[in-house]
């Protein structure tokens, strides 16, 4: 389970990050919250579509067609795109709201993620009490990612509004079985196409254009994604690649 507590100097004055091994904690999870940001480079290698919880809607990256089951890990945990969701790149750290204080954001960093040390890594902070460049770097990528999120809210508002998404339904033959995906959502192509030109426009004007385009494109992902689930015995045996180095991964 995670244990988020803020980044302090009196809680982790003494601690060390360690570098990331492998990206196992995300091997249960067959989606991963993408922000608009990230649609252009994530649309080349996932299918980016929508879920709508009650009458919010988020949108994600589809990293796999069985919940629990991350196909874009091999079998040690190396991600195996080129291109790795801002959320993951981020972790251990993330923004958290101060309970006592309004719009105030506080950096976390989950303490059972095996990632904090008293030595071996790289310290959160200097010798006087300052936060060290890797916390700075984390600060900066996490207050980066809350203000992805209130965009990513506004895009996906603006969607929902739309009267543009349906369902998307993905069958895949398993033998005499058939997998059925449910649940999510795209854009419906027919629909988008008889837009009125005023709508249209106002899609444009919001710049909504471009993430609905790269939404569209990325579709194309979803044979990808199918291959990959045909063929996991061969992933158990492709060899490891390296780690991404933490501090680079702080952008997107």
Same mark, same amino acid.
């Given at each position: 389970?995670?244990?988020?507590?803020?980044? =302090?100097?009196?809680?982790?004055?003494?601690?060390?990050?360690?570098?990331?091994?492998?990206?196992?904690?995300?091997?249960?999870?067959?989606?991963?919250?993408?922000?608009?940001?990230?649609?252009?480079?994530?649309?080349?290698?996932?299918? !980016?579509?929508?879920?709508?919880?009650?009458?919010?809607?988020?949108?994600?990256?589809?990293?796999?067609?069985?919940? &629990?089951?991350?196909?874009?890990?091999?079998?040690?945990?190396?991600?195996?795109?080129?291109? !790795?969701?801002?959320?993951?790149?981020?972790?251990?750290?993330?923004?958290?709201?101060?309970?006592?204080?309004?719009?105030?954001?506080?950096?976390? !960093?989950?303490?059972?993620?095996?990632?904090?040390?008293?030595?071996?890594? =790289?310290?959160?902070?200097?010798?006087? &009490?300052?936060?060290?460049?890797?916390?700075?770097?984390?600060?900066?990528?996490?207050?980066?990612?809350?203000?992805? =999120?209130?965009?990513?809210?506004?895009?996906?508002?603006?969607?929902?509004?739309?009267?543009?998404?349906?369902?998307?339904?993905?069958?895949? $033959?398993?033998?005499? $079985? =058939?997998?059925?995906?449910?649940?999510?959502?795209?854009?419906?192509? $027919?629909?988008?196409?008889?837009?009125?030109?005023?709508?249209?426009? &106002?899609?444009?004007?919001?710049?909504?254009?471009?993430? !609905?385009?790269?939404?569209?494109?990325?579709?194309?992902?979803?044979?990808?994604?199918?291959?990959?689930? $045909?063929?996991?015995?061969?992933?158990?045996?492709?060899?490891?690649?390296?780690?991404?180095?933490?501090?680079?991964?702080?952008?997107?």
């Amino acid at each position: 389970m995670p244990a988020y507590h803020p980044v =302090t100097f009196e809680r982790h004055g003494k601690k060390h990050l360690l570098p990331p091994l492998s990206w196992a904690f995300a091997a249960e999870h067959h989606l991963a919250p993408l922000f608009p940001a990230e649609f252009a480079a994530a649309a080349r290698f996932y299918p !980016i579509v929508f879920i709508r919880d009650q009458e919010k809607l988020g949108s994600f990256a589809l990293l796999g067609l069985r919940p &629990g089951n991350n196909l874009m890990l091999d079998a040690h945990h190396r991600w195996a795109a080129n291109y !790795i969701p801002a959320v993951y790149r981020r972790y251990p750290f993330q923004m958290a709201p101060i309970k006592e204080k309004n719009e105030q954001y506080a950096l976390c !960093i989950d303490e059972a993620s095996g990632r904090i040390a008293d030595n071996g890594g =790289t310290p959160l902070f200097d010798a006087n &009490g300052n936060r060290a460049g890797i916390l700075e770097n984390a600060l900066k990528f996490a207050t980066e990612c809350l203000r992805h =999120t209130q965009a990513g809210e506004a895009f996906c508002s603006l969607l929902n509004g739309s009267e543009l998404l349906g369902p998307l339904r993905i069958d895949l $033959k398993e033998g005499e $079985k =058939t997998l059925r995906v449910e649940g999510l959502l795209c854009v419906d192509d $027919k629909k988008f196409g008889a837009l009125p030109d005023a709508d249209f426009l &106002g899609l444009r004007k919001a710049g909504a254009l471009p993430l !609905i385009y790269a939404h569209l494109f990325s579709l194309a992902n979803l044979r990808v994604l199918a291959d990959r689930h $045909k063929n996991l015995r061969k992933q158990a045996a492709a060899p490891a690649a390296p780690a991404a180095i933490l501090p680079d991964s702080f952008n997107f």
